[in-house]
């Protein structure tokens, strides 16, 4: 190749990072504001029994993007996965910025998380598919840096707008953003290369939607009062297990093999993380009187040090083994949990939140960076798209798992006559018990190098 054909090439590749970076860009600042304004939201529409089933919709429907968007990367690029999903996307915020009632709003919640699955399975996928594995850790952490200018943007200026304005015009402001994002990205993911793989891995659709049914009717069961009614919920979570057990790859369900012990702990770390910070703003703003300017601060704190955190770890794979770096970043994530914790119960002063999240963040970004690496090492060309539909498959089961039964736990205890404080602290409780299992079992496969130690 010559000098003039690689100088083009790179630069085709800055541009196809700078696309992908507004890709990430978009559902981070979507993810981030949602976050600060439910409680704003369920305020004005009702339905405080339903705040964990708002972010649970969006994370179910994300799972039939990132299944059809995983057979579509694979069998016919990620162009036409795009196109579909930012569509569907699109839709979605409509919807959501006209809702009337909570119903309208998950439904509107629902369409995009469809597109938003589509668009994190295209995002990593490509990765495999334009740059060499030597390259790759590095380009998981400029993806990660996607993350500061939402970080940055979404809690000081969806608060401002929550607090002075209205939440509805958080969905119309990410329209145009949308359009932004296809007309950039479109035109280079064409020109990719395609393995034309089978999908074997993504198989039919079938499994993911007996998913997301059970799901959905496990969720609606559990925010109910505890009752004979739960007893329909032993079915339908043996239904959720069995569909899972047929998407993930070998051995995830129980930890073992490789992927499965590396999918397994996307699912563990994203449960103990996003389960804590999921209820988080609902506490500071009802409990404590803190604003959403004030709240959205906080997760500045996280969102920040997560990206800083993912190139220091790109810089630690020639020194650390990807999971020293696992526990590392379980061990913090544990340590900021528990100082939240302590501060619900008022023997550290709020201002503590504040460390506390940013430690939590720089935890997430060593643990996802080598968690990433160590999935995507394992993808054989032409399955990058099920690999990426298994890591987020994964995640999103742990994230839909913390936010509805942290749903159910909050509803139980308000019922039986406690108070948000006391559920939020048994919800953390339960995190600080996930995140403790994942360090266990990222210790354990630390220890079997012929299994589970990959490259780097």
Same mark, same amino acid.
């Given at each position: 190749?010559?000098?003039?054909?690689?100088?083009?090439?790179?630069?085709?590749?800055?541009?196809?990072?700078?696309?992908?970076?507004?890709?990430?860009?978009?559902?981070?600042?979507?993810?981030?504001?949602?976050?600060?304004? &439910?409680?704003?939201?369920?305020?004005?529409? =009702? #339905?405080?029994?339903?705040?964990? %089933? $708002? @972010? !649970?919709?969006?994370? +179910? *429907?994300?799972?039939?993007?990132?299944?059809?968007?995983?057979?579509?990367?694979?069998?016919?690029?990620?162009?036409?996965?795009?196109?579909?999903?930012?569509?569907?996307?699109?839709?979605?915020?409509?919807?959501?910025?006209?809702?009337?009632?909570?119903?309208?709003?998950? &439904?509107?919640?629902?369409?995009?998380?469809? =597109? #938003?699955?589509?668009?994190?399975? %295209? $995002? @990593? !996928?490509?990765?495999? +598919? *334009?740059?060499?594995?030597?390259?790759?850790?590095?380009?998981?952490?400029?993806?990660?840096?996607?993350?500061?200018?939402?970080?940055?943007?979404?809690?000081?200026?969806?608060?401002?707008?929550?607090?002075?304005?209205?939440?509805?015009?958080?969905?119309?402001?990410?329209?145009?953003?949308?359009?932004?994002?296809?007309?950039?990205?479109?035109?280079?993911?064409?020109?990719?290369?395609?393995?034309?793989?089978?999908?074997?891995?993504?198989?039919?659709?079938?499994?993911?939607?007996?998913?997301?049914?059970?799901?959905?009717?496990?969720?609606?069961?559990?925010?109910?009062?505890?009752?004979?009614?739960?007893?329909?919920?032993?079915?339908?979570?043996?239904?959720?297990?069995?569909?899972?057990?047929?998407?993930?790859?070998?051995?995830?369900?129980?930890?073992?093999?490789?992927?499965?012990?590396?999918?397994?702990?996307?699912?563990?770390?994203?449960?103990?993380?996003?389960?804590?910070?999921?209820?988080?703003?609902?506490?500071?703003?009802?409990?404590?009187?803190?604003?959403?300017?004030?709240?959205?601060?906080?997760?500045?704190?996280?969102?920040?040090?997560?990206?800083?955190?993912?190139?220091?770890?790109?810089?630690?794979?020639?020194?650390?083994?990807?999971?020293?770096?696992?526990?590392?970043?379980?061990?913090?994530?544990?340590?900021?949990?528990?100082?939240?914790?302590?501060?619900?119960?008022?023997?550290?002063?709020?201002?503590?939140?504040?460390?506390?999240?940013?430690?939590?963040?720089?935890?997430?970004?060593?643990?996802?960076?080598?968690?990433?690496?160590?999935?995507?090492?394992?993808?054989?060309?032409?399955?990058?798209?099920?690999?990426?539909?298994?890591?987020?498959?994964?995640?999103?089961?742990?994230?839909?798992?913390?936010?509805?039964?942290?749903?159910?736990?909050?509803?139980?205890?308000?019922?039986?006559?406690?108070?948000?404080?006391?559920?939020?602290?048994?919800?953390?409780?339960?995190?600080?018990?996930?995140?403790?299992?994942?360090?266990?079992?990222?210790?354990?496969?630390?220890?079997?190098?012929?299994?589970?130690?990959?490259?780097?």
């Amino acid at each position: 190749m010559t000098t003039a054909s690689t100088s083009l090439a790179h630069r085709g590749q800055r541009l196809l990072l700078a696309g992908l970076l507004a890709l990430v860009s978009l559902h981070a600042f979507d993810e981030l504001v949602l976050a600060i304004a &439910l409680p704003s939201i369920v305020a004005e529409l =009702g #339905g405080q029994a339903w705040y964990g %089933v $708002a @972010f !649970a919709s969006y994370l +179910l *429907a994300s799972l039939l993007g990132m299944r059809w968007g995983g057979l579509t990367v694979d069998r016919r690029g990620p162009a036409a996965s795009l196109l579909v999903g930012y569509l569907v996307f699109a839709a979605g915020l409509v919807v959501a910025a006209l809702a009337p009632d909570m119903p309208t709003l998950i &439904l509107g919640r629902v369409l995009q998380g469809f =597109g #938003g699955g589509v668009g994190w399975n %295209v $995002a @990593f !996928a490509v990765i495999n +598919l *334009a740059w060499p594995a030597s390259r790759r850790p590095r380009v998981i952490a400029w993806l990660d840096s996607g993350w500061v200018l939402p970080s940055l943007l979404a809690p000081l200026l969806g608060g401002y707008i929550i607090d002075q304005w209205h939440w509805r015009a958080l969905f119309w402001l990410l329209l145009p953003v949308t359009a932004l994002a296809l007309l950039a990205l479109l035109p280079r993911l064409a020109k990719l290369p395609r393995h034309g793989g089978d999908g074997q891995d993504s198989g039919t659709m079938r499994a993911v939607i007996l998913l997301v049914i059970s799901g959905a009717a496990l969720g609606a069961v559990l925010v109910q009062p505890a009752g004979w009614l739960w007893l329909l919920g032993l079915p339908l979570l043996a239904a959720l297990l069995l569909a899972a057990r047929r998407e993930l790859p070998a051995g995830t369900l129980r930890a073992r093999g490789t992927p499965g012990t590396v999918i397994a702990l996307h699912g563990l770390v994203f449960f103990a993380f996003f389960g804590a910070e999921t209820f988080l703003p609902w506490y500071l703003i009802s409990q404590r009187g803190l604003s959403a300017t004030q709240t959205g601060l906080i997760f500045s704190c996280a969102a920040v040090s997560w990206c800083v955190a993912s190139f220091v770890q790109s810089w630690l794979a020639s020194r650390w083994t990807r999971w020293r770096s696992v526990r590392t970043g379980l061990g913090l994530i544990l340590l900021s949990v528990v100082l939240t914790s302590l501060v619900v119960v008022h023997w550290l002063p709020l201002a503590v939140v504040y460390l506390a999240w940013g430690i939590a963040g720089f935890g997430m970004g060593l643990s996802f960076n080598a968690l990433t690496t160590l999935a995507m090492a394992s993808a054989a060309p032409g399955r990058e798209g099920a690999i990426a539909t298994a890591m987020g498959l994964a995640q999103t089961l742990g994230m839909g798992s913390a936010a509805l039964l942290g749903g159910v736990v909050r509803n139980q205890v308000v019922a039986g006559g406690g108070d948000l404080s006391r559920a939020i602290l048994l919800i953390w409780l339960l995190c600080v018990a996930v995140a403790v299992l994942a360090w266990r079992v990222a210790a354990r496969a630390s220890r079997q190098p012929d299994t589970l130690r990959l490259p780097g």
